[in-house]
């Protein structure tokens, strides 16, 4: 009968307990979601709980200024009063890991949000990652599989790599990554919801966290309405459990949704601070914030394992050119771009060949793979720039061979970039499709 309670037991027989006075401060100030605490001086990062009437408010130290801590709720201000006694409370700067997530969903405290009993974890690993060496990191040397066939394909991942999916809202950058968390082979499935919709979040944990890919996956979820602190804290555990599994030797898929609500949370903490905004309303620090995310993933040459990032990137207004798009795709290993207008025709998943990049692609790939892969584009692009005028019967066949081969196969190559969601494309498969269409 004390079966289930054996561990437990085995923990608080090592448990060291805290034998030193609580300490506690009050709360002096509360502007919106920024409070000021006075007499308690902790480290920024540290959790706190307020007490009210009906029970404990969490909050964050962000900060701190004339003697006072400034601290952002993790919760609704209601009944927040002067006067309110706030403690201190676990290790600042650390968060849980461990085997204890494989199989569960969470939210950006650890805490279960799948209906399921508590984790018992006692592992740690900094929030902000263990930092390492230029020359720890070991190159991108083997090809990661997606199960996508136009990014097998043509935009080849390696193990190891961090990629970007950048699109405007309602291209299907959710459903690509719906397919490669599918398709993907890899030992351990993180995936990071952050600042995303409530049913998004129930949606994907109802697809992916069933089956026997459920005991090799975990799900770090913090919908849009949650704190910004929380929101970066979220993006902060799922990319501090994926280091964990690296430092012992798997390869781990780490999938962030979305990068730029990671950003946005950082631009709401640090114009609460007074930062100013300077690229388009986006203070350095909240583009900083992506970009420590981002650095974390990548192989280790002490473990052997390997961290391959995949991060969505949302384009405000479709405009590449926005800050967070163009700061991604400056620290990123390769982008791969939806297109609208591929989405109004049909056309999913909406990949814009020409438009996407792999960085490693020419490291992992054959010489006669990287001729086929461009002779592809080359087709693609053809066709794309000079649609209007075949649409219209302006062009002469004869005057561009290589337009006229484009026309001639442009119902054969829009086939192989098609894909039904729910199918998974190996990569032998793919190179093999890619050369029948064109090798011959």
Not at 66 to 84: C, E, T, Y
Not at 299 to 307: D, L, P, T
Request: some cysteine.
């Amino acid at each position: 009968m004390l079966h289930p309670a054996l561990p437990m037991l085995a923990r608080l027989a090592t448990a060291h307990p805290d034998l030193a006075p609580r300490r506690y401060g009050r709360l002096s100030a509360c502007d919106g979601g920024l409070l000021e605490v006075s007499g308690l001086s902790v480290p920024i990062g540290t959790q706190c709980r307020i007490a009210h009437g009906r029970g404990d408010l969490a909050a964050e130290v962000i900060g701190f200024r004339n003697g006072r801590s400034l601290m952002m709720l993790l919760g609704d201000p209601v009944l927040l009063r002067p006067g309110a006694r706030v403690r201190p409370e676990g290790r600042p700067g650390m968060v849980p890991v461990g085997e204890a997530f494989l199989g569960r969903a969470v939210d950006g405290e650890g805490q279960p949000i799948d209906g399921g009993p508590p984790l018992a974890t006692h592992a740690e690993w900094p929030a902000g990652g263990v930092r390492a060496g230029a020359l720890d990191r070991s190159p991108v040397r083997l090809s990661f599989d997606t199960g996508v066939r136009a990014l097998n394909a043509l935009t080849t991942f390696g193990v190891g790599q961090r990629i970007g999916i950048m699109a405007g809202s309602g291209v299907g950058k959710s459903v690509l990554l719906d397919m490669i968390a599918h398709g993907a082979q890899a030992e351990i499935v993180i995936v990071g919801l952050i600042g995303e919709r409530a049913r998004e979040v129930s949606d994907f944990v109802e697809r992916h966290m069933a089956g026997t890919k459920r005991a090799h996956s975990a799900v770090i979820a913090v919908p849009a309405d949650h704190a910004p602190n929380l929101r970066i804290r979220g993006a902060m555990m799922a990319t501090a459990l994926a280091e964990y599994f690296r430092a012992q030797g798997r390869r781990v898929l780490l999938i962030m949704d979305s990068l730029t609500r990671v950003a946005h949370a950082g631009r709401e903490i640090a114009l609460l601070l007074g930062e100013p905004g300077a690229a388009r309303g986006y203070p350095p620090s909240a583009l900083a914030t992506i970009t420590k995310l981002v650095e974390r993933a990548g192989n280790s040459a002490a473990s052997g394992g390997s961290i391959t990032g995949l991060y969505t990137v949302l384009a405000d207004g479709d405009n590449q050119d926005d800050p967070v798009v163009d700061t991604a795709r400056s620290i990123l290993d390769g982008h791969i771009v939806l297109s609208r207008d591929l989405a109004q025709r049909g056309h999913y998943p909406a990949i814009d060949i020409p438009a996407s990049l792999s960085r490693v692609m020419t490291d992992i790939t054959s010489p006669a793979h990287q001729a086929l892969a461009r002779q592809f584009r080359a087709l693609v692009a053809a066709y794309e720039a000079n649609r209007d005028l075949v649409l219209m019967g302006a062009y002469r066949q004869g005057a561009d061979p290589q337009l006229d081969q484009a026309i001639a196969m442009h119902a054969q190559l829009a086939e192989f970039l098609m894909q039904p969601a729910r199918e998974v494309v190996p990569m032998d498969a793919c190179i093999a499709q890619l050369t029948q269409l064109l090798g011959g």
